[in-house]
Structures are given as C-alpha cells and as structure tokens.
C-alpha cells in the first residue's frame, strides 16, 4: 500500500517550535518532489513549501519565509519541516504531498499521494 504519514504535530506556545515528519512506505521517495500544505478552519488547504527529488532546490511561502525550514533525508524516506517561532495563525492541519512533477514555485502540483495530515495548534 503506498501512503505518506505525517507525525510530530502537537499543541505549542506562540514562539515555539516543532518538527514535522512525513514518511513514505510503499514506494521510495527518491524521485519525488514533496510539498507541505495546511488547512486552518474554514479555509481552503495552502501551499507553504515545497522541496526538490533531491532537495537542493526549496520554496516557500512569504508568510514562512525565515521561520520553517523543509529538509529530506532520502535515505530514511523520510521529509521534514522545521517550524520555529511559531504564530496563532499557523495553527492548521498540516498535510505533506508527493508529486512525480517539480516544485511549481512554493506549491506542489499536481499531488499523486497525499498523507492524511496532522494538527499544528499555536496557543497560549
């Protein structure tokens, strides 16, 4: 079965960090760019960054420029997405996707796996 599962969310303060992870089982991730997306309550799902098959390449969304950070450790199949200072307005469900195409700027298109998401609350 192919999928992506994300992990590592969770309920942090306003300036606070967390790593997310999304690993792949199934198939290998090697030749695939990946992208994170969110979802805040309401509003449609986000793009916020997108890394390279072989991660030289990033992008990001303005809004998470300077304060997530998007890395790949090809070899564990595994993607990562460093979230430092964290804000009230990035609390979503963060979901990370996979695409056999490249990074279209800082959204990831067209999307042939998605992982089911995981929370990210910011609050006091």
């Known amino acids: 079965q192919l999928q992506l599962v994300e992990s590592g969310g969770g309920l942090v303060q306003p300036g606070g960090s967390l790593r997310l992870s999304c690993a792949a089982s199934?198939?290998?991730?090697?030749?695939?760019?990946i992208g994170w997306f969110r979802q805040a309550p309401g509003q449609e799902r986000e793009g916020v960054s997108c890394?390279?098959?072989?991660?030289?390449?990033?992008h990001y969304a303005d809004s998470v420029k300077g304060r997530l950070t998007i890395s790949r450790d090809n070899a564990k199949n595994t993607v990562y997405l460093q979230m430092n200072s964290l804000k009230p307005e990035d609390t979503a469900v963060y979901y990370c996707?996979?695409?056999?195409?490249?990074?279209?700027?800082?959204?990831?298109?067209?999307?042939?796996?998605w992982g089911q998401g995981t929370q990210v609350t910011v609050s006091s």
């Open positions: 890394i390279s098959s072989s991660g030289g390449i990033t």
């Open positions: 996707a996979a695409s056999g195409n490249y990074c279209s700027g800082y959204v990831l298109r067209p999307v042939s796996y």
């Open positions: 199934g198939f290998t991730l090697d030749y695939y760019a």
